[in-house]
């Protein structure tokens, strides 16, 4: 029986020692935007109070990226309401900035944890702090000749897929977790992936595989995914299986 030591509000992360349980809040469209015709000149002071608590750098609000961190950290869109391609667009026009694409301003990452939802942009409230994106591009430098290691990847494919003569390839199934046997779930596959067989699912051009639950996937899954991903699949699988225990655990 899972305990819920404290209650986990949305967009926090979870302490090692409690399951996520990691809401979908939902926002909803910006309904303010004609409320913002001039640029901000200064952040929420509760931003700039977490970005110093945090050592973040708020970027200058005479970027395009400082006005649209500005205007998604006001206290009525924060949370709540969500940006879209056509609300950048808009805002961008209003306050008199040029942009060839309004979004990605937007998309940038400011440092600050966001609800995730495709196509949509709303920082989470209370703000958090999310340096990710920041830190995997800082320092980011592969040694070693680029030629050679390209041309090692193309090699590995004329060997294995594009120079296989046609008669070494056998029918393979894209799914093999599943009794289906129809041409929807058969393709020819080269004898490479008789290496991965039962472990692994594909696409019909052999370019994506996904690893099988029971033969791969749950037995590596450390190899697969970090815990804060775990505890992300955790709990989508609960809302999706046994949302009345989520919900006797959110609210016991």
Known sequence: MFTLESKVEACELPAPSTLPFLSL????????????T???????????????????KLPSLSSLKGQALALLAQPEIRGTQHIEREHATKFFQQIGMETSDSIQPFNKGFGLK?????GKICLCYPFEKDTVNQEKRKGAVIHGDKDAAIQSVKDYYAKHIVEVPNSLWQVGHLDPTIGDASEKNLAWQPPIQGKYRDRFKFDSSFLKMWPTAEQELIPKIDDYYTEKEQRLLLDALLRKFEPTLLDQLRHP
């Not at 952040?43 to 050592?55: C, H, M, Q, R």
């Open 38 to 56: 001039t640029k901000f000149e200064a952040y929420p002071s509760d931003l700039i109070v977490f970005a110093e608590a945090n050592t973040l």
């Open 25 to 36: 809040k939902m926002t909803t469209p910006l309904t303010t935007l004609s409320s913002y």
């Open 114 to 118: 966001e609800i995730k939802v495709k």
